[in-house]
Structure formats: C-alpha cells, structure tokens
C-alpha cells in the first residue's frame, strides 16, 4: 500500500504553524514566505485556520529571512 502524501503545501512555510494553517494558505495561493510577505497581518488572519499563533510563528520566519509583513 502506497503511503499518504502529505497535504502540506511544498514551499518554506515553518511547519510549526500546523497543518490547517498550511493547507487553507496554500489554498490561498499562499505556499511561501516570499508570498506571506505580499500580505497584511489583517489579510491572513483573515483567512480561515490562520490564527494569532500562525502569524507569530510566520513573522519570525520572515525576519529571519530578512522580510516581514506587507504595511496596512
């Protein structure tokens, strides 16, 4: 039997925002860091399954890439 293939998107999302975090981002057209950093805070909280420990987790993953948040 062939292993299940793993629902995360493919791209540099920190896996410790969670799976439903990932998924409904990458649903989003939002599959990495690069692409996080085209939005507000506001947008992606927004976005159903992304929550205030998401976005912590996503803003320290930026700043360690030398990116942050788009401005309001």
Known sequence: MAPTPDPRPVGDLP???GKTAARELSLNGIDS????????????????????????????????????????
């Not at 860091?33 to 987790?57: C, F, M, N, Q, S």
């Open 33 to 72: 860091l690069k692409r996080v950093a085209d939005h507000t805070e506001k947008e992606l909280l927004a976005i159903h399954g992304v929550g205030p420990k998401a976005i912590r987790i996503l803003g320290e993953a930026l700043a360690a890439k030398g990116l942050g948040f788009k401005s309001d």
């Open 15 to 17: 896996d410790a925002i």
